[in-house]
Structure formats: structure tokens, C-alpha cells
């Protein structure tokens, strides 16, 4: 049992999600709380996921930008409220939230 403890430890140390089955966008959206101020089509506290991608679609470099806006919070692109920081959620999973969001 440490050693599994010690391994995932390691994973999420390493941005690797833990999730061992892998999980859908959608539930992945559900286990980070992202639907706490977020829904697909509306405004919760934040922009809707449709919003998010109407704004950012075709523009260079944007899933990359969202993965650090996730990472690190931000405020001002959709209002004045500020979108926390998730620094506990795996890289791995951040991206495939944010491919998933920009697909809406």
C-alpha cells in the first residue's frame, strides 16, 4: 500500500493524472469543481464553456494561454471577477479540460 501511495504521489507530483480509468471531460469538469462557476451554455459565475470557446476560437496559441489561465487564475477577460487559481489539478488533466472546453 506505501508503495502505491508513494508511486501516485509521485504522478501527481509530476502533473500525471491518477485517475486510472480514464475519465471524460465532462466528469473530469465534475471532479474539479469547475461547475461550481461554469456550465457549457451559461453564464454561472463565470463564462459558459460556449462563450469561452467563441472568444478564443482560431486565435494561436489558445489552449496553451487557458491551460496557464487555469493553472494560475486570472480576472479581466470576461469580467471583473477573477477566476481562481487550480494548482492541485494534473497538467494532464487542465489540458484535456481546456481541448474540451475549446471544442464546445
Known amino acids: 500500500m506505501k508503495a502505491l501511495l508513494a508511486i501516485l504521489a509521485t504522478l501527481a507530483a509530476a502533473g500525471v493524472s491518477a485517475n486510472v480509468a480514464a475519465a471524460t471531460p465532462a466528469e473530469l469538469a465534475k471532479q474539479y469543481n469547475c461547475l461550481a462557476c461554469h ?26 494561454k487557458l491551460v496557464d489561465k487555469v493553472k494560475k487564475g486570472g480576472s479581466g477577460s470576461f469580467g471583473p471577477v477573477p477566476m481562481s487559481p487550480n494548482p492541485q489539478v494534473p497538467d494532464a488533466d487542465v489540458r484535456t479540460l481546456v481541448k474540451w472546453v475549446l471544442a464546445q
Do not use: R
Not at 39 to 59: E, I, L, N, R
Open 39 to 64: 456550465s457549457v451554455d451559461k453564464k454561472v459565475v463565470g463564462p459558459s464553456f460556449k462563450d469561452v470557446a467563441a472568444k478564443y476560437k482560431g486565435q494561436a496559441g489558445a489552449e496553451d
